[in-house]
């Protein structure tokens, strides 16, 4: 069974920095692209960034890019999203995610294993 746990998460206030852990179990790690999507309250859960298989390919909401960054470990079985110059409008849950193949996707339904998020509030 995968598990997905995000750690990292907390309260930091404007131009801050965060990163954000995810450790993975129950399948092979190194085969599966990995992602990054958050939720704010009263909002949709949105795509933030993903990463292939190999770490070869990035993609970047606009909203993030030039600001955050996703890489991975395969020998640790870990991704990490690297939050810098954070907003108050990055505050949400943010969720990690396990693809159902290696190439890294934008969308929810490419993705079927799901963390249970952790909390980012940014303060003004």
């Known amino acids: 069974q995968v598990q997905l746990v995000e750690s990292g998460g907390g309260l930091v206030q404007a131009g801050g920095s965060l990163r954000l852990s995810c450790a993975a179990s129950g399948r092979t790690f190194s085969t599966y692209a990995m992602g990054w999507f958050r939720q704010a309250p009263a909002k949709e859960r949105e795509f933030v960034a993903a990463i292939n298989w190999s770490g070869g390919n990035r993609y970047y909401a606009e909203s993030v890019k030039d600001r955050f960054g996703i890489s991975r470990d395969n020998a640790k079985n870990t991704v990490y999203l690297q939050m810098n110059s954070l907003k108050p409008e990055d505050t949400a849950v943010y969720y990690c995610?396990?693809?159902?193949?290696?190439?890294?996707?934008?969308?929810?339904?490419?993705?079927?294993?799901w963390g249970q998020g952790t909390q980012v509030t940014v303060t003004s």
């Open positions: 995610a396990q693809s159902k193949g290696s190439a890294a996707g934008l969308s929810r339904g490419e993705y079927d294993y």
